[in-house]
């Protein structure tokens, strides 16, 4: 995937589209490495878009209620 070769340990900042995101979700559904998202053109609606806002809104709230068990910060969503 071209992500990997895109971050590593030391990236602070990434700016990926919405099929590279839910990509990684594929991979680590939890997001584990992710603090923040910000979504960007969420106006112009499309499947893959309402797909994503629809899962971090989930993911948002499991990482909320288990953050002691994961040992996660909340995962904070920006529009």
Excluded: N
């Amino acid at each position: 995937m071209r992500l990997d070769a895109c971050s590593t340990s030391a990236t602070r900042l990434l700016f990926c589209t919405t099929g590279i995101l839910l990509r990684k979700m594929q991979g680590d559904p939890l997001l584990r490495d992710v603090s923040h998202v910000v979504l960007d053109e969420v106006h112009e609606r499309s499947v893959q878009g309402d797909f994503l806002a629809t899962l971090l809104r989930d993911l948002i709230v499991r990482r909320r209620t288990h953050a002691a068990q994961l040992g996660l910060p909340p995962l904070k969503v920006r529009v």
